[in-house]
């Protein structure tokens, strides 16, 4: 047995019989383990480590940027905003850095992950951590010995390629590699089951104690204060969008104030009438003592992460860490902190520890790393990690609460601070986010996001940590929320549903003899005949389409047209009106596209996706109350539910629900109005998704069911049927069709995008991003959006996809599917301009093939009101 099992920070070698219980072999023992004393701090504890000491005191009653919480993440902003030169940054802990989660972390970093833009949060941490230490002169004890994510199944071997082929156009290093390099690199590995690997060189683990401590020094060095012990009592928000800051020692007067508190953040936004989505949970894992055959290697050993075992495994010194993800059934939850808060006084505290629980993953880890059989527990580390429901972090300003910004619900703090506290330092300082990260929002999350959600998407989360990630992935803990369409209850049962945005929606109906239910595949699936089945519904008769999940707002007041024109960087529709209109950033991006519509003078109806809802909102709110317009914005979007209704004989079976004249000449594309469908009351837009003849119907949440069933019932004669989100997909790529956060987001400008008809530089209103966008016009596009057609097998792009040509990638799909109209596979892509021109032939990578794409002329099908408007003209459109 190991003499240095079970030491205490401070206290020296065990000297109790329950100290030494807690000494034991990975082969005897089923038993629980109790952690008596932060094994940690004391192994990574070191005299070089010249922490600066901090009395607790304010040193001053105003600052720019309070941030609350010592953390990483906390820290790590305060360096990013004082190294960019923003003064008067402060930042207060309730009792020591690292305190929380940080200190018992285990530390590891990658470049891996399956968000594309979350890679850059990767690179930028691991590029930052390399070059700390000579910046502050801290050391932060940062291992690189790489990754192997390990693959015992042909479906994982296809989840590695399926990456890989996201990998190609990212500059981090990533490769699929043969079972033989795989020994090669872990010689200690088991290699029965190993059918691959996917190996990341550049990453490995970092001391998050010594880390934290460097990005301290840093922030100090560069002006920031760094308060604590300091706690934050209350929080006042002034009616000029300022902040009082209350703690025993007084108060600060702050621009803005940043919640980075770990499992405090609950408290905290509690204080301002805030329930943040969050919940601490039980993380485990071992130390061991000295293994011979780990130290007898010359080089340390990659981490590895054996997937279907569910964890991860590093080298330790002379011994190995091993961290498993236990199932949700068998996982602990810390609800009490939820429902009470958390224990005054809580700081480097541990929970108490259960081997039982992770017994499973322990001897899936001996079979996979058989020297564990032998190897001696020096001790198990149970502390709490916060969880998001969907894992992510929640990072950004806060819809609803002027200047209140978050970076919380960090699971994997460690690898996500360096990169996070330089994303949010940028958007602070430049006014907008320097690139796309929509999937931490934290308004993503809604007053649909309760306790119970959060809690059980918390345990699936945990227990799918290491799922294998399909395309299209479903996950159905927590659901439905109270977040349902009229028509849940009546469609529940004939179809797919998805989650979007806290709502259920179909994504595509059940027929007789198809097989149901979700079944998710990284081919073509149980979906793709139904699919087919309802793209033709669309195009040669009429479908009803759910389309309650869009946010909806209501804008009035005096100067609505006013702000409007300048939100927008199209015209303002005239009354009775609608058009497509995209809000930019200052620096000429795409931060969000709307359909606008003007009812009523100086009144408009403003529509958005249904993962855009408070994210769109939040923007708009904010340039109300910076502008000083007169006007005001309601959200609307869980009072009005939305069918749509599309296709060739859309106008006959609506027509015979309404005296109002729904003919073309009367009711134009692109026109709103007031009506009453089966004396159901309406606002009628002319537009349609799909690009067929459609229309779609704004009424009363509660008159869903009645309007569905007229309308079902008027439809009888044509056929009619209902259709999903996932054939309306195909129906909007066939037309060409953009979407928000694929085609465009805060990486592209609307002039790459292709979207110039939307965007009216020569109107006299000075919108934001125009003298940005006549700036980058003026200097050409370097890449412009292109549409392809591929020559696939049972595969079809996704999206985000590497495009090659002559052996090398040189852009990325954004999104596709396959095009049940031309019978082969489609698909948006980005490449340099030179590559641009229609009939260039490239390549796309699907599932680690690359297959014969060529550029074509867009749409490739054209949209009913082009077909109509070409057919007056007497010339012959093409379908």
């Known amino acids: 047995m190991s003499q240095n099992c079970c030491l205490e920070q401070g206290q020296g070698l065990p000297n109790s019989e329950e100290q030494r219980a807690s000494c034991t072999s990975f082969s005897t023992t089923h038993s629980s383990v109790r952690f008596l004393g932060a094994y940690k701090a004391w192994l990574r504890a070191s005299p070089t480590l010249a922490e600066e000491a901090s009395s607790p005191s304010l040193g001053k009653d105003r600052a720019d940027t309070v941030i609350i919480g010592g953390g990483c993440v906390g820290v790590s902003l305060a360096y990013h905003l004082a190294k960019a030169g923003l003064k008067d940054v402060v930042l207060l802990e309730k009792s ?119 990005l301290a020094a840093g922030a100090r060095k560069y002006g920031a204060q760094l308060n604590y012990p300091v706690q934050v009592t209350n929080l006042n928000s002034r009616s000029d969008g300022t902040w009082e800051v209350e703690t025993p020692l007084g108060i600060i007067q702050a621009k803005r104030i940043v919640n980075a508190a770990g499992f405090w953040a609950r408290d905290v936004g509690k204080m301002i009438g805030l329930q943040h989505p969050l919940i601490p949970v039980h993380h485990q894992y071992v130390v061991t003592s000295t293994i011979p055959e780990v130290k007898a290697l010359k080089t340390e050993l990659p981490v590895i992460r054996d997937l279907e075992g569910s964890y991860y495994l590093r080298q330790e010194r002379d011994g190995l860490l091993f961290g498993p993800y236990e199932s949700e059934e068998k996982m602990k939850l810390q609800e009490s902190w939820v429902t009470n808060g958390v224990p005054p006084g809580f700081g480097k505290e541990l929970f108490e520890s259960d081997l039982d629980r992770i017994m499973e993953h322990i001897e899936a880890a001996m079979e996979m790393v058989p020297v564990l059989r032998k190897a001696d527990i020096v001790n198990t580390i149970a502390g709490p990690i916060t969880y998001s429901p969907d894992i992510l972090p929640m990072v950004g300003p806060h819809q609803g609460v002027r200047n209140y910004w978050v970076a919380i619900g960090f699971g994997y703090g460690i690898i996500h601070a360096g990169g996070m506290g330089k994303y949010l330092s940028d958007w602070i300082l430049e006014g907008e986010p320097p690139f796309d990260l929509i999937e931490v929002d934290p308004n993503r999350y809604g007053k649909w996001t309760t306790t119970e959600y959060t809690a059980a998407k918390a345990r699936e989360s945990y227990g799918f940590n290491n799922i294998v990630g399909y395309p299209k992935e479903e996950r159905f803990a927590g659901r439905p929320t109270e977040r349902t369409s009229g028509l849940y209850d009546l469609l529940k049962s004939k179809c797919s549903m998805g989650f979007h945005a806290g709502w259920e929606q179909p994504h595509w109906f059940y027929k007789p003899g198809d097989e149901t239910g979700y079944k998710p595949s990284f081919r073509r699936t149980n979906w793709f005949d139904p699919v087919g089945r309802e793209y033709k519904q669309v195009m040669e008769k009429v479908g009803v389409i759910d389309l309650s999940p869009f946010g909806k707002f209501k804008v009035k007041g005096t100067d609505s047209v006013k702000l409007l024109d300048h939100l927008f960087a199209n015209v303002v529709p005239k009354v009775g009106s609608t058009n497509i209109s995209h809000m930019l950033t200052p620096t000429g991006k795409v931060y969000a596209e709307l359909t606008v519509s003007q009812l009523y003078p100086g009144e408009f109806m403003l529509v958005t996706g249904s993962g855009s809802e408070l994210h769109d909102l939040r923007w708009i709110e904010d340039k109300i109350t910076r502008g000083g317009y007169k006007a005001e914005i309601a959200n609307v979007t869980d009072e009005m539910g939305v069918l749509s209704v599309a296709g060739p004989y859309a106008r006959q079976v609506l027509q015979k629900l309404t005296n109002d004249d729904l003919s073309d000449a009367s009711f134009k594309f692109l026109q709103c109005r007031h009506l009453k469908l089966s004396n159901i009351a309406v606002t009628a837009i002319r537009i349609s998704y799909t690009g067929e003849l459609g229309w779609e119907l704004y009424h009363r949440k509660e008159d869903s069911v009645p309007l569905y069933n007229a309308i079902m019932e008027a439809g009888q004669k044509e056929g009619i049927d209902d259709f999903g989100t996932y054939a309306l997909n195909a129906l909007r790529l066939e037309k060409g069709f953009r979407a928000w956060g694929a085609e465009m987001n805060c990486d ?131 379908i």
Request: proline share 6%; aromatic share 10%; glycine share 8%.
């Open 96 to 214: 020591e850095l690292t305190a929380g989660s940080t200190w018992h972390a285990a530390g590891l970093t990658t470049y891996f992950h399956p968000g594309i833009n979350l890679k850059k949060i990767h690179s930028y941490s691991i590029k930052l951590y390399e070059k700390l230490e000579e910046e502050t002169g801290q050391p932060v004890g940062f291992h690189q010995p790489g990754s192997i994510r390990i693959a015992s199944t042909p479906t994982r071997v296809d989840e590695f390629k399926y990456q890989m082929t996201r990998a190609g156009w990212h500059p981090t290093e990533q490769y699929l590699i043969t079972p033989e390099k795989v020994q090669e690199l872990f010689p200690l590995l088991n290699m029965d089951k190993v059918l691959a690997g996917l190996y990341n060189p550049g990453d490995g683990h970092i001391d998050p104690y010594s880390l934290t401590m460097a």
């Open 748 to 878: 592209t400008n609307p002039l790459e995008a292709g979207l110039e008809y939307f965007v009216k530089l020569n109107k006299a209103a000075d919108f934001t991003g125009k003298q940005a966008l006549k700036q980058i016009k003026e200097k050409g596009l370097k890449r412009r959006l292109i549409y392809l057609t591929l020559e696939t097998d049972n595969v079809d792009p996704e999206g985000n996809e590497s495009v090659w040509h002559n052996g090398k990638v040189i852009g990325n799909t954004t999104s596709g599917c396959f095009s049940y109209g031309a019978q082969q596979s489609l698909a948006f892509a980005y490449v340099p301009i030179e590559l641009s021109k229609v009939g260039q032939k490239l390549e796309v990578e699907l599932l680690g093939k690359n297959y014969p794409a060529t550029i074509i002329q867009e749409p490739l099908v054209l949209t009913e009101p082009t077909r109509t408007r070409l057919q007056k003209k007497g010339e012959s459109p093409k």
